[in-house]
């Protein structure tokens, strides 16, 4: 069996922004079939993705809310849409290196150009069923953990 060795340690958080609760499931699902073991933390929407991504309100303590290394980003978000917010991280300066890859059912020719002239690193479209999910959660797998040289941890969480 494959055993890949990661170049994003296992315990660098990864945020999902995913406004659908099933969505999520199928998505930890197919982490653990994958062998992804990082800590996912989720906003709901927009509006708490960029609250979490502040340590703003309930997600305050970073302790349980860390800053993540990689986020996993819908575009169809209630409230402020997953371009906004793409457009936000963009325009902070400690988050202009984060990684963020789309992940949408969306294949609309304007929302693939629209995200990476946004700053998107990736555009994957979700696929319609849980085993096509497990191959692109481990080809995603493959590229941004094992093959991929991940930049710096946000400046608020590198260690002096």
């Known amino acids: 069996m494959f055993q890949p060795r990661f170049r994003m340690h296992q315990h660098d958080p990864i945020l999902v922004v995913e406004d659908e609760p099933d969505a999520i499931i ?13 800590p996912v933390h989720t906003a709901h929407d927009g509006d708490h993705a960029i609250a979490y991504l502040r340590g703003e309100g309930r997600y305050a303590d970073r302790s349980a809310n860390p800053l993540p290394h990689l986020v996993l980003l819908d575009l169809k978000l209630p409230r ?6 793409l457009e936000w991280i963009r325009a902070q300066p400690e988050f202009r290196g984060l990684p963020v890859v789309v992940l949408t059912s969306s294949k609309e020719r304007s929302d693939v150009r629209r995200a990476y002239v946004g700053g998107a690193n990736s555009y994957l479209v979700k696929p319609s069923s849980l085993a096509g999910l497990i191959e692109l959660v481990t080809a995603f797998r493959d590229y941004w953990l094992v093959h991929n040289e991940p930049p710096p941890a946000p400046a608020s969480t590198a260690i002096a």
């Open 26 to 38: 199928l998505l930890q699902h197919a982490f653990a079939k994958a062998g992804i073991r990082n």
């Open 80 to 85: 402020c849409s997953g371009l906004e917010v």
